[in-house]
């Protein structure tokens, strides 16, 4: 488009101003043919507005899959060194299409409903009650990794049956994976994504011949006897979903609750609401996904035919990447999208995706952030940020959720 320069996500400004970017592109030219994410292609098709963005997510023409020559070929020529990331990311949930992805959805949802969500809020609210009976009253900390990395930890350490203490090596893991699915593609980042898929694949590929022996009461046993008829999931496909449940349910569970409590602190009226309120603290939750999600834009999917949206051709094989960071700051779905509102209607909010690749684990991420910042806000309703001591954010276009937050007990 004449005027508007090409949006590129290795732009600095995109990590330092990404609600600025996106305002800008989806005023001027919401269906944008931007640079490549990735080497070796012309471009692609970066998508802005909530109704484009709702469209493409539950639009089955556009699929995650490259052909198989092409994923065996992109594989191939990678470095040696990030293959294995490549193969892992490749297999996980969230980058198959239907067929394949019915099946494995279907097989995990049917190891999920063995154990309800509601099973895990006595331990979730048990474990939050700790951490902040730890916190110190008036010193600095981080509520990053003094309590929310910590609580997060100890649940998904919980549901996978993997033992407490390892809740800090696992942390590291996944933040490295997930810093392979930046859309910048680095080669230092890559790299040790794939040193941390090794990591991964080493200590689950043991806990699953662990419950081969003898099975336990948690999802990972729960996923080895899933079946739909005779169908059940492989030995990679068991790797690769079990990956997928610790990088969707810790880390961005971790930035979602510092996320909350910021716009919290940050808006001392509506946290007098919830103080005197706990119930409206689902709303600060819902609203903080909406305003400040941990997730800022969807895996990349390319469409198998033409398809027209808005006022763009996209031609078959073209990639395309929605940002429901910007969706959610829609001003034609959210009136004054920017403020932080509990009054707000957020049900139109993609901040978990749309359609048939929705997060699985939505729920329990809902009942860990709700349950760790009313426990927080009951034991420590003077909380404050330090002046002086900012945010500090993951570097990571799609995942640039907080990774430090200094906090302390309200001085007097």
Not at 34 to 44: K, L, R, S
Not at 237 to 245: D, G, H, K, P
């Amino acid at each position: 488009m004449p005027g508007i320069a090409r949006f590129d996500p290795h732009q600095e400004r995109v990590l330092r101003e990404p609600y600025a970017v996106y305002e800008h592109y989806r005023r001027h030219d919401p269906v944008h043919w931007g640079e490549p994410y990735a080497p070796g292609a012309d471009g692609c098709w970066y998508l802005f507005r909530h109704d484009h963005v709702v469209e493409f997510l539950r639009d089955r023409r556009f699929r995650r899959k490259w052909s198989p020559e092409r994923t065996e070929e992109r594989i191939r020529v990678a470095p040696p060194e990030q293959r294995p990331y490549l193969e892992v990311l490749d297999r996980l949930l969230l980058s198959t299409d239907p067929p394949a992805h019915r099946r494995l959805r279907t097989l995990v949802s049917k190891a999920f409903a063995q154990r309800a969500v509601e099973e895990y809020r006595p331990m979730v609210h048990r474990t939050a009650e700790e951490l902040v009976g730890a916190l110190p009253r008036t010193a600095e900390f981080d509520l990053v990794e003094s309590f929310a990395a910590p609580l997060s930890g100890a649940v998904i350490c919980a549901v996978l049956g993997a033992p407490a203490e390892l809740g800090p090596d696992l942390r590291e893991w996944i933040t490295r994976f997930s810093d392979g699915l930046d859309l910048r593609k680095r080669t230092d980042t890559m790299t040790a994504a794939a040193g941390a898929t090794a990591e991964l694949l080493g200590y689950f590929g043991e806990q699953l011949a662990q419950r081969r022996r003898a099975p336990r009461d948690d999802l990972v046993s729960a996923l080895l006897t899933a079946r739909d008829q005779d169908d059940r999931l492989s030995e990679d496909e068991l790797l690769a979903m079990v990956i997928q449940l610790v990088f969707a349910g810790h880390e961005t569970t971790v930035q979602q609750i510092g996320a909350t409590v910021l716009n919290l602190v940050e808006h001392r009226d509506e946290l007098a609401r919830v103080l005197s309120d706990p119930g409206l603290i689902a709303n600060a939750v819902a609203e903080s996904l909406r305003r400040t999600g941990s997730v800022h834009s969807a895996a990349a999917r390319k469409p198998v035919e033409d398809v027209r949206i808005g006022d763009k051709l996209i031609r078959a094989g073209e990639p395309v990447i929605a940002f429901v960071a910007s969706a959610n700051r829609d001003p034609e779905v959210f009136g004054d999208p920017d403020r932080f509102d509990l009054d707000r209607d957020t049900s139109a909010s993609v901040a978990f995706g749309a359609g048939i690749h929705y997060c699985l684990g939505a729920p329990l991420a809902r009942l860990s952030t709700e349950t760790a910042v009313g426990a927080l806000l009951r034991r420590m309703p003077g909380l404050e940020t330090v002046p002086g001591s900012p945010p500090r954010y993951r570097s990571n276009t799609v995942l640039p959720g907080i990774a430090a937050l200094p906090m302390r007990g309200r001085q007097a």
